[in-house]
């Protein structure tokens, strides 16, 4: 912890053991720790440029507390590091890796873990987007605008790539007037253990169905429980 000044933070003089969690592809400085009280924590850290959405995103997760979903319970939030790191603290998850675990699983516990896991992504969203946020069709279509350019500077072409762009822009017209809500912001089964989401800190808001662009990024290893996050969602 040589790099980060943590002594503002609430309950620092009962921090018994602090070790470096080395897991995850978010640029947060995450820790384990354990107080002199036995309680088992987890700390976050991001630079203080990150404060307005580490604020919102901690705003998020306590309105999740009230849907009962099971996650990191969001303890505290604030500045440390002298002003220049921002923090989140959270309890901590015990659990196994779903990567890990699941394929030792049988195709039936699978199954019921995937409409499990389907449920509770239905009751993430059930939290509407603020009003403030921007239009979908505004978000989306800068976001397919962005990939279309690197698409066209890259160099690199494939045969019909003409029929893909065709359909892009005939179909722009379906992002408009589009609800938007709560979204894990990294859904993926090998980022959360069995039953219990972690990382909800990557939280962001937008359309539902964009989710599913993380769950078929899993689908090679966990073909099963992939495919029923998708149906839990979407049909019940």
Known sequence: M???????????????????VDKGWSKDKKYYIETVDNRRLLLRISDISEYERKKIEFGMMQQLMELAIPMSQPIEFGICDRGNSVYVL???????????????LTEIE???LGIKAGEILKKLHS?????????????FNKKINTKIKKYHDCGISFEGDSNIMAYIEQNREFLENRPQCYQHGDYLM?????LILIALILATRGRNLIV????????????RVSLLVTLAENLR
């Open 190 to 194: 090998v980022c959360c253990q069995l």
């Open 110 to 112: 699978q199954y019921n």
């Open 127 to 139: 939290i509407p987007a603020s009003k403030a946020q921007e239009d979908w069709a505004i978000r």
């Open 90 to 104: 959270l309890t901590w998850c015990d659990g196994e890796d779903a990567e890990t675990r699941l394929p030792a």
């Open 2 to 20: 040589n790099m980060y000044d943590i002594s503002n933070i609430a309950g620092f003089e009962t921090f018994l053991k602090i070790e470096l």
């Open 212 to 223: 599913l662009c993380g769950v078929l990024q899993s689908v090679h290893i966990f073909p």
